[in-house]
């Protein structure tokens, strides 16, 4: 058993800050990667900003420069510092974890339920 705990999202004004904080617990032998995507409404789920345990980040061309995506190994989580938001950030957010079970060692992802973001005047 897998759990993910999201938090940070809320309500904030076009070129605001927002920080996402993703904590996983449970089952988990070794964390890989760690990554936060995000779906608008009527639109497939995209990836924003994925950080592997070797430091690695990968980001969406539109965040780049905005968007900062960490993490702390030894705590299994991961946060998302979004500064310069802009309308078009508005979306569900979800944490997302590549993980090895430590009961089976077998490879799983796992999605965290979501938080909101939503930016606006």
């Known amino acids: 058993q897998v759990q993910l705990v999201e938090s940070g999202g809320g309500l904030v004004q076009p070129g605001g800050s927002l920080r996402l904080s993703c904590a996983a617990s449970?089952?988990?032998?070794?964390?890989?990667?760690m990554g936060w995507y995000r779906q608008a409404p009527g639109k497939q789920r995209e990836l924003v900003a994925s950080?592997?345990?070797?430091?690695?980040?990968n980001y969406a061309d539109s965040v780049k420069g905005r968007f900062t995506v960490s993490r702390d190994n030894a705590k299994n989580t991961v946060s998302l510092q979004m500064n310069s938001l802009k309308p078009e950030d508005t979306a569900a957010y979800y944490c997302?974890?590549?993980?090895?079970?430590?009961?089976?060692?077998?490879?799983?992802?796992?999605w965290g339920q979501g938080t909101q973001v939503t930016v606006s005047s």
């Open positions: 950080i592997h345990s070797s430091r690695r980040t």
């Open positions: 997302k974890i590549e993980y090895v079970s430590d009961r089976t060692y077998a490879r799983y992802d796992y």
């Open positions: 449970g089952s988990i032998f070794r964390v890989d990667a």
